[in-house]
């Protein structure tokens, strides 16, 4: 069991070739969505007939990948043998128009390719599997349930506004580079929980192409885990936060002292955050209005009053934002609020997650490697460890300069190769799936040997017998 298998093996071989296989398809997927001279149409490419960028390129890249690695749009294509679980998987379309097509479903990743190539859509969303095949559902006589779902985690800059200081004026896509900093430290956070506290290790992160991120955990475990295992892994994961909703009311999440997984995200991840971050950068102390809102989660209201006129007075005036914060933690400790301390920090820094998105298992989620319609950029794939390197602006490739590498291409300027950035996060995208197929062939063998071991035990009490 200890040597690779013979597919375990020839993945290895295939990991190392997919480059060149994707190199030498890209641009002849792209002409077979563009249907054009390259070099002579760019508008056409561009707007696709709907005014949006990239209508016919916007699935360009998803159709390369599933053409050179056909379970990569959908991971586990068939489990255990299983032919009929990619047809039980439903894949909705947004077409242009704002065009809705749910419960649709493929008998394979050909007819997938085809039916992508005909109709172009602007976003592919992906959803769970059911007990029976989605499209089918009008002709058969039973209820469409479904069955098991990639665990899937959405953090989204929206949730952060209040939390923004210097940094949080401009268009939203702007904001979110600007603050991309808030989801690395969520994305070093939930890996690091889902990895060591759950024991998952098959993530993959996604950015969702504007101002966010997504994370599938695929997992058998995580995949068939119910509705209400999915809440209360959301639950473990987040932080109740004081809001409009819920203010006057105390918030219990933070004990003293910390639980093992809230200190490790302190000292790890939101202390550094906040104290180089939301203090210098966003500099959420600022200001008098910025400082009240701080010490507006302080209970005590005669300590809340005593803080706010001090930081806020002329005497401290040429105080850093490092010096006011270590005032408010002196007090609070002081007064034995060292709850509150260590909530502040939390409520600036600690993931903000979307908990529909992750305990329904029927909720849809936007495929990787999508084009936003908004925003032309790429849903790339990224490494977890790499979170703070990678910048959207910087890191997401935009279909402008896809559409620049294949007229480059076509002219003979250059290569047919993927963007730098396209070609990391394919590689990211290649080693999730290889994961995942490496772990079923391993699976498979174990499987094997624990066959031919009870075969040799049964042999063993016949020959005994005699």
């Known amino acids: 069991i200890g040597e690779q298998s013979t597919e375990a093996r020839e993945l290895n071989v295939q990991q190392a070739a997919f480059p060149r296989l994707l190199s030498e398809r890209i641009v002849s997927a792209v002409r077979v969505v563009g249907g054009f001279k390259l070099g002579s149409c760019s508008r056409w490419f561009w707007d696709g007939g709907d005014g949006k960028p990239g209508g016919r390129i916007r699935v360009a890249v998803a159709m390369v990948l599933l053409e050179a690695f056909p379970n990569c749009l959908v991971p586990q294509m068939a489990v255990d043998g299983d032919e009929s679980y990619f047809p039980r998987r439903e894949i909705s379309f947004t077409l242009p128009g704002d065009i809705y097509l749910r419960f649709r479903s493929f008998a394979n990743a050909d007819e997938l390719l085809e039916t992508l190539k005909k109709q172009t859509p602007i976003k592919i969303d992906i959803g769970a599997v059911y007990n029976i095949s989605p499209k089918e559902r009008a002709n058969v006589g039973a209820s469409l349930v479904p069955l098991e779902k990639e665990l899937v985690i959405d953090i989204d800059m929206t ?34 929980a889902l990895r060591e506290d759950f024991g998952f290790r098959h993530l993959l992160w996604v950015y969702s192409g504007r101002r966010g991120v997504h994370c599938w955990v695929a997992d058998q475990g995580a995949r068939s885990l119910s509705n209400e295992a999915r809440s209360a892994i959301i639950s473990y994961l987040s932080v109740k936060m004081v809001s409009d909703d819920n203010a006057g009311r105390r918030i219990d999440d933070i004990t003293n002292p910390l639980h093992p997984s809230l200190s490790r995200a302190k000292r790890e991840v939101c202390e550094p955050l906040f104290n180089e ?39 401290s ?129 174990k499987k094997l040997h624990a066959k031919l071991s009870e075969i040799d035990r049964n042999g063993a009490r016949d020959f005994l017998a005699v």
Request: aromatic share 8%; net charge negative.
């Open 317 to 445: 005036k040429n105080w850093s934002e490092t010096d006011k914060w270590e005032r408010v933690r002196h007090d609070l400790i002081k007064h034995n609020e060292t709850k509150t301390a260590d909530y502040i920090i939390f409520h600036y820094t600690y993931p903000r997650l979307d908990v529909n998105v992750s305990r329904d298992l029927g909720h849809l989620l936007k495929g990787p490697f999508c084009v936003h319609p908004g925003t032309g950029r790429v849903c790339v794939p990224f490494r977890a460890e790499e979170c703070e390197q990678f910048m959207p602006a910087k890191c997401a490739p935009h279909i402008e300069s896809l559409i620049e590498d294949v007229n480059n291409v076509a002219k003979g300027l250059q290569e047919a190769q993927p963007s730098l950035h396209l070609n990391k996060a394919i590689k990211v995208f290649q080693e999730f799936v290889v994961g995942l197929e490496k772990e079923k062939a391993l699976a498979e063998e």
């Open 277 to 315: 971050f939301v203090l210098q950068d966003q500099g959420m102390m600022r200001t008098p209005r910025r400082i009240k809102q701080m010490l507006s989660f302080i209970p005590n209201q005669a300590l809340r009053e005593q803080l706010l006129d001090r930081l806020t007075s002329t005497s």
């Open 159 to 192: 949730d952060y506004y209040d939390v923004m200081g210097d940094l949080g004026e401009g268009d939203p896509v702007v904001v979110c580079d600007r603050n991309w900093q808030y989801i690395a430290g969520a994305v070093k956070i939930v890996d690091t």
